[in-house]
């Protein structure tokens, strides 16, 4: 069993807890409103070196685990926050950091640590491929010293807000390979580059503040040196990313949980009917001790 520093973890809290002070409900509900990105809260957890945390110390990162990562999400939404808008930045690293050349760490590395770079998108999911992966449709072509891609992508978050995207496309047919998980191939995409010269981006309306997008390819094309890792293991690869996905959404949502029961409290203490708060009512009192229960 993993045994963690508790006064390190302490310590992210509080430092995290401190910078989210800065950026109250009323920052989060404008930001709603207008259906805007919160620049002003990425900014500053990029410079209070929040998320790069999990890049090693020398690339300019703080070098720290998945542990620590995800207690710093889970106290961005504990404080009321939207840490959607930052997350990507950190699985989407990991697809890089562990299998990329020392070429494109050395060099992609430090500038996503200092805020120079963003990479906060990742092209997976297809109109006609949900959960099944293995099934996409979008293709990769080596033609010389470049690979031509051609395709569509669906649900894909921040591109706006992102230089660089990880992308996950087949280089060879499906029926040409002996496992379906083979033939594919993952690659880190510059999107300042690529809008407008071969990849379209359609934002998709949405009832809530999730910018979400679909992406099409129409011979679009990117160096050769794009490619990470070697050519048709990028299922193996892109696993790195989305299995750091799932446990930093994961304890975002404790977070989230943590948020609800404060609120949840603070208005039971509150809300005052026929002379005295309904939080002194059982009835109100035990579903909200259960979803405390729950949640630690």
Wanted: glycine share 10%; aromatic share 8%; charged share 25%.
């Amino acid at each position: 069993m993993t045994e963690y520093n508790h006064e390190e973890l302490a310590a992210i809290r509080e430092g995290v807890r401190a910078l989210c002070a800065d950026f109250p409900a009323e920052y989060w509900r404008k930001i709603d409103e207008e259906k805007g990105f919160p620049e002003a809260f990425v900014k500053a957890m990029t410079e209070a070196g929040w998320l790069s945390a999990m890049i090693p110390e020398a690339f300019g990162g703080s070098g720290l685990g998945l542990a620590e990562a995800s207690v710093i999400l889970e106290e961005v939404n504990a404080c009321g926050g939207n840490s959607g808008t930052i997350h990507g930045q950190m699985y989407n690293m990991f697809t890089l950091l562990r299998n990329g050349s020392d070429e494109q760490k050395s060099y992609y590395l430090p500038k996503l640590a200092s805020g120079e770079l963003r990479l906060q998108s990742m092209g997976v999911t297809e109109p006609t491929t949900g959960t099944d992966t293995t099934k996409i449709k979008t293709t990769a072509v080596r033609r010389g010293d470049k690979y031509v891609i051609n395709g569509q992508k669906v649900w894909i978050s921040r591109v706006q807000h992102s230089d660089l995207m990880i992308l996950l496309a087949r280089t060879t047919p499906l029926a040409e390979v002996k496992k379906k998980s083979e033939g594919m191939s993952i690659f880190l995409v510059d999107l300042r580059e690529a809008i407008g010269n071969g990849l379209t981006v359609q934002p998709i309306a949405n009832l809530v503040n999730h910018e979400t997008n679909e992406l099409f390819f129409d011979n679009l094309e990117i160096p050769a040196s794009s490619l990470i890792g070697e050519e048709g293991k990028g299922f193996r690869y892109i696993l790195d990313g989305l299995n750091a996905e799932r446990t930093l959404i994961a304890a975002e949502c404790i977070g989230d949980g943590r948020w609800f029961v404060e609120k949840a409290s603070q208005y039971a203490r509150d809300r005052v009917v026929f002379g005295r708060p309904i939080g002194q009512n059982q009835g109100v009192q035990f579903p909200i001790a259960e979803a405390h229960i729950e949640i630690e």
